[in-house]
């Protein structure tokens, strides 16, 4: 399996991600970006969730929740203290 990623960073300070996902047998490749992926923030970063898979018969879906990491653009400043 793997999965590669890209993300921009927009002026407003928005991310915009997408994702492509290489299954385990190697003839699965899907690719999302947009809508298709949904964009939660949390304390670890942004947690990015992709449907894999979909039964429209059971209902059940299978997802890929995914914390990338991302380079600190605004470093901590650091203050001295008297």
């Known amino acids: 399996m793997q999965i590669t990623y ?45 449907t894999l898979e979909f039964n429209k018969l059971t209902g059940e879906e299978t997802k890929l929740m995914l914390f990338p990491p991302i380079p600190d653009f605004f470093p901590c400043q650091r203050s001295s203290v008297p």
Do not use: E, H
Not at 12 to 26: F, K
């Open 6 to 50: 890209s993300y921009v960073i927009l002026p407003d300070l928005v991310t915009t991600y997408s994702m492509r996902y290489q299954g385990p047998n190697q003839n699965q490749a899907l690719t999302f970006s947009g809508n298709d992926i949904r964009q939660y923030a949390s304390k670890l970063g942004d947690l990015l969730i992709v």
